[in-house]
Nanobody, 131 residues
Framework: QVLLVESGGGLVQAGGSLRLSCAAS????????MAWFRQAPGKEREFVAA????????SYAEAVKGRFTISRDNAKNTVSLRMTSLKPEDTALYYC????????????????????????WGQGTQVTVSS
């Protein structure tokens, strides 16, 4: 059974930076699109960023474009999210997710951005940005 474990969350002042990590165990994630989602209290879970199986393609929500960077290390079976210029509205529980369908060998595909297209989730790591 594949498990995803997020880490790296914490409390940071506005304008600060954090790096989230997602480590997979029990199986490889190298053949899947991986993504980060977030959920703030009282709000729906929303897409943050996604990365193709090879890392050659990425996609970002408009709210984080230019501030967040998603990356992956398939050799280490990890995915990361570098967050800079953090704002109070970035406060949320951040989840790592794996696509429901492997896509290794496929290039140029449109990365899924809805939570329903991902079927494996971590427990989340809390990010709190103070003003």
């Amino acid at each position: 059974q594949v498990l995803l474990v997020e880490s790296g969350g914490g409390l940071v002042q506005a304008g600060g930076s954090l790096r989230l990590s997602c480590a997979a165990s029990g199986g490889r994630i190298s053949t899947y699109v991986m993504a980060w989602f977030r959920q703030a209290p009282g709000k729906e879970r929303e897409f943050v960023a996604a990365i193709s199986w090879s890392g050659e393609s990425t996609s970002y929500a408009e709210a984080v474009k230019g501030r967040f960077t998603i990356s992956r290390d398939n050799a280490k079976n990890t995915v990361s999210l570098r967050m800079t210029s953090l704002k109070p509205e970035d406060t949320a529980l951040y989840y790592c997710a794996r696509d429901s369908v492997p896509s290794a060998g496929t290039y140029g595909l449109q990365l899924p951005v809805t939570s329903g297209e991902y079927n494996l989730w971590g427990q989340g790591t809390q990010v709190t940005v103070s003003s």
